[in-house]
């Protein structure tokens, strides 16, 4: 078999000329059966060269120099691309059309340089045979001001990071990381938890009323004479009910009140389509509606842009590229859209114009939307060539692309006024009218049940109240974040952009400073405790503002509105002091720990929560005098028959999990505590990960 394989593919190098270089095996198939025999297409596998790992790799006298590296276990890709250059005519460098796929360019344009071969930069925002062709028709040079944008992150990271981190070593355990834009995410993560654990709940009541219009229900029709009204106001105020004895006398007076009918009205409301997705934006509905992490709707996005086999037609991408802040749609697309519109739902959907959309103020126009390419496939033309998953993202950009351009959908609105002497109650609902772009967006069509069962009420009616109904409530503290707010939050602060929020809760998750409960994100101990360390020692590092503003200086960078050194200098200085300061001050607290309630049993000692290698443990506050050390035991018993064990806290790379204290006797391990998932029953839906 591998004998027969390097036959065909020495066949191919034969009469190939042109060898292109993608990051991918999925998108290199897709391009080649674009672009045929005569063009070799190869996979870099993302990145080969980068800032090396053992050191800071930045030369600080010399305008923050890079010192680049091929990475651990690229060199075998390296050695691949630079001998399948040697004999091509030209080489296109065809990674993902933004900074990163810029910067991968450039760093093989540097590796490559010196041959014979002329070399090329070709970017595409949807991998279809037209826009593919189209742009091997206009080739460029590797655009400087992003690859600049990218390098400026880059070192940003690594200085922030490889600074910062080596303090939390020696203040908390070894193995922490503090990063730029990550360690802002735990804050706001971590305030949230502040803001819950202080939150009092406050009690207020509202009161409905089941009001009977009179002389019931003439034959044939269908609404019922009882309908529901709410309490709004008092003497013309909002009104509000604090406790039990004012809804009481409340209740009394209305007792006493004749319920008549006042104002009616009838209004017609527009629901408008909502704009083609946007990463952030995608990310959010496919949490809510799908139960995907940020990380699992980007993975699948990524296959659906590099190609998905279609049978016969081979491979092909479905949608554009999915890392984008645009709402910007291409004639081509809108085009094509508007024609299916017309065609499937008829010219009462299919507005006379284009539906215009505009995208936030920092958003890249170069991009598009992310949408379905062209032609335009229905989800059921592709569904059996979709595994489940991929079938449902796709559905969901489809839908939501297509409803885009078509017309709003068109509510009847009825409110009805019922005053009982100075109490204002309100009885009303919405009815669908038409559907309009609903029709293919389909979540969200509110029902109209409600306005239709409403009697028929005229102005100045008595009306008589059949029951009074007061109802306690308790104000609510903050929701945790979940992916959806985090992502939305991260995006109005201008912390991260389309590139960076699902990498963002994947690493403060992985590195266990933020756990996954059932949908929401929560602290951890360790958590709060780097956090409580940074914002002590690096308010400037983990402020939102800061963060926002440099995100908008690399932007400026790739608009070449600056210049990527000075953008670096400004940072550094200021950032060099900060450093030195908090090294001082640091250097006189002593190592932080967490207090517990339980007592060593060797010395009396209370214990306190320390990490380790392999994640937390209890530790006597005595040490070094007393060693006494445990695991924190979750006092749940392992479930290995016949084991006795109980499960403890474990880390590993990929974030925490549960093993057994008998270990490495015994090697259960969980992700969730048994107990935890019964728990977690019809209402405990968890995320999706990857
Ligand atoms: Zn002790
Ligand atoms: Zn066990």
């Given at each position: 078999m591998p004998a027969k394989k390097k036959a065909t593919s020495k066949a191919v190098r034969s009469v190939a000329k042109y060898l292109v270089i993608v990051e991918s095996p999925a998108k290199s198939k897709t391009i080649n059966k674009i672009l045929g025999k005569k063009y070799k297409v190869l996979a870099s596998m993302g990145h080969i060269i980068d800032l090396p790992a053992s050191k800071m790799g930045v030369d600080f006298e010399h305008d923050f120099k890079p010192e680049y590296a091929v990475m651990k276990g690229r060199k075998k890709y390296l050695n691949d691309l630079i001998k399948e250059a040697r004999d091509k005519e030209a080489i296109y460098l065809a990674a993902d059309p933004d900074r990163e796929g810029e910067a991968i360019c450039w760093h093989l344009k540097n590796q490559l340089e010196g041959g014979k071969s002329a070399i090329y930069r070709v970017s595409f925002e949807e991998i279809t045979e037209k826009a593919v062709k189209e742009a091997f028709e206009h080739p460029g040079p590797v655009n400087m001001n992003k690859v600049n944008a990218q390098q400026a992150r880059r070192i940003l990271d690594r200085i922030v990071g490889y600074s910062i981190s080596p303090l939390l070593w020696k203040k908390i355990t070894r193995g922490l990381s503090a990063g730029r834009v990550q360690s802002v995410a735990v804050k706001l993560i971590v305030e949230r938890e502040e803001e819950i654990r202080k939150f009092k709940p406050r009690e207020y009541w509202s009161v409905e009323a089941v009001l009977k219009k009179r002389g019931g229900v003439p034959p044939g029709e269908e609404w019922t004479d009882t309908f529901g009204a709410r309490l709004m106001k008092y003497k013309g105020e909002k009104i509000h009910i604090p406790d039990k004895e004012s809804v009481e006398k409340i209740v009394g007076r209305l007792k006493e009140e004749k319920f008549i009918v006042g104002d009616i009205s009838r209004k017609e409301r527009k629901s408008h389509p909502r704009a083609p997705y946007i990463t952030s934006v995608l990310q959010q509905d496919a949490f809510n509606k799908l139960n995907f992490s940020a990380a699992k709707t980007m993975r699948i996005a990524q296959s659906l842009y590099e190609g998905v086999e279609l049978g016969e037609e081979g491979s092909v991408g479905l949608i554009t590229y999915m890392r984008t802040d645009s709402v910007r749609t291409s004639d081509d697309a809108l085009r094509d859209v508007r024609q299916h519109i017309l065609e499937k739902y008829g010219e009462k959907y299919c507005p006379p114009k284009p539906v215009p959309y505009r995208s936030r103020k920092r958003a890249q126009e170069a991009h598009e939307a992310i949408r379905p390419t062209l032609p335009l496939r229905p989800p059921e033309v592709v569904a059996r060539y979709l595994g489940p998953d991929e079938l449902k993202l796709y559905e969901l950009i489809w839908k939501r692309f297509v409803s885009s351009q078509m017309v709003n959908a068109l509510y009847s609105v009825l409110a009805v006024n019922i005053d009982a002497g100075d109490y204002r109650f309100r009885a009303g609902g919405g009815q669908l009218v038409f559907d309009g772009f609903l029709r293919v967006y389909g979540a969200g069509v509110e029902s109209g049940e409600e306005i239709a069962r409403i009697p028929p009420l005229e102005s100045g009616e008595e009306v008589d109240p059949v029951e009074i109904i007061p109802e306690q409530h308790f104000t609510k503290p903050p929701p945790r974040y979940t992916d959806a707010s985090l992502v939305k939050v991260l995006e109005e602060k201008g912390i991260g952009r389309p590139s960076t929020y699902a990498p963002i809760i994947r690493t403060i998750i992985s590195r266990n400073y933020i756990k996954r409960v059932a949908r929401t994100l929560e602290p951890t101990d360790l958590g709060e405790l780097v956090n409580k360390v940074l914002v002590e020692n690096f308010p400037g590092i983990v402020d939102n503002e800061f963060t926002a503003r440099m995100e908008d200086e690399l932007d400026g960078i790739e608009d070449a509105k600056v210049e990527w050194v000075a953008v670096l200098k400004d940072f550094y200085d200021p950032f060099s002091k900060t450093l030195e300061e908090a090294k001082e001050r640091m250097s006189s607290i002593k190592r932080q720990v967490i207090e517990t309630d339980e007592i060593c049993e060797k010395c009396g000692r209370p214990m306190v929560i320390k990490w380790g290698r392999h994640g937390r443990f209890l530790s006597c506050s005595g040490f070094p005098a007393c060693k006494n050390a445990r695991p924190i035991t979750t006092?749940?018993?392992?479930?290995?028959?016949?084991?006795g064990g109980e499960l403890v806290e474990r880390k590993s790379a990929r974030g925490m999990f549960y093993g057994c204290t008998n270990y490495p006797k015994c090697t259960y391990t969980a992700r969730k505590l048994p107990r935890e998932s019964e728990d977690?029953?019809?209402?405990?839906t968890q995320v999706e990960e990857e």
């Open positions: 006092g749940v018993k392992c479930p290995v028959e016949g084991c977690a029953g019809e209402g405990g």
